[in-house]
């Protein structure tokens, strides 16, 4: 069975600089396991952030990134902001399958 | 405007049945692959089924192959989730996802609640 891990929790400083990370348990994180980030806030659904490892949806804000980091998937968040403390979760594809990571709470404090 | 409204979800006895449907719009609906997504109360999100787009295809997670069954009737714009023989680790709130062509989502439902207890 197919695991993606990710950070359980990470706290930033307001203006501060945070990479959340998604790891898969079959290897490193490649492209072709296509990456999508998500944002969730208690009591919404999901919103879509990146996708396709480093895209961003229009209503990305551009402080968000997403890259290849050291065989992982990573979420670079650059000049935090009180709003973006959330639950995120990253998606990975493998082949038709689909597995999310367990979800990273981050703290803006 | 892409809107995906979930429905049916309610209460239902272990081993019992329940269909759940996510009515699409806003978009060619026959053109895009489409997922189920689940999450358990407190939990992080659980990847559940896709149904392919144009190019077709169903894909299930382990833990429900053999009692899920997603479907779609691109007539009525409507994606389903047929789920049969249910276990109260199945109980969640289902959200509808429409993807970007195959693999990338986009947009998502506000989600329908399905407890499962005696």
């Known amino acids: 069975q197919t695991v993606v891990t990710q950070e359980p929790s990470l706290t930033v400083s307001p203006g501060g600089t945070v990479t959340l990370t998604c790891a898969s348990s079959?290897?490193?994180?490649?492209?072709?396991?296509?990456p999508n980030w998500f944002q969730q806030k208690p009591g919404q659904a999901p919103r879509a952030l990146i996708y396709?490892?480093?895209n961003k949806h229009s209503w990305t804000p551009a402080r968000f990134s997403g890259s290849l980091l050291g065989g992982k998937a990573a979420l670079t968040l650059s000049g935090v902001q009180p709003e973006d403390e959330a639950e995120y979760y990253c998606?990975?594809?493998?082949?038709?399958?689909?597995?999310f990571g367990g979800g990273t709470k981050l703290t803006v404090l | 405007e892409v809107q995906l409204l979930e429905s049916g979800g309610g209460l239902v006895q272990p081993g019992g049945s329940l269909r759940l449907s996510c009515a699409a719009s806003?978009?060619?609906?026959?053109?895009?692959?489409m997922s189920w997504v689940r999450q358990a109360p407190g939990k992080g999100l659980e990847w559940v089924s896709t149904?392919?787009?144009?190019?077709?295809?169903?894909y299930y997670a382990d833990s429900v192959k053999g009692r899920f069954t997603i479907s779609r009737d691109t007539s009525k714009n409507t994606l389903y989730l047929q789920m049969n023989s249910l276990r109260a680790e199945d109980t969640a709130v289902y959200y509808c996802?429409?993807?970007?062509?195959?693999?990338?989502?986009?947009?998502w439902g506000q989600g329908t609640l399905v407890t499962v207890s005696s």
């Open positions: 996802a429409k993807t970007m062509g195959r693999i990338d989502v986009d947009h």
């Open positions: 998606l990975l594809y493998y082949g038709g399958a689909r597995v």
């Open positions: 806003g978009f060619t609906f026959s053109t895009y692959a």
């Open positions: 396709s490892t480093n």
């Open positions: 149904f392919g787009g144009s190019g077709g295809g169903t």
């Open positions: 079959t290897g490193a994180v490649t492209s072709g396991h296509y």
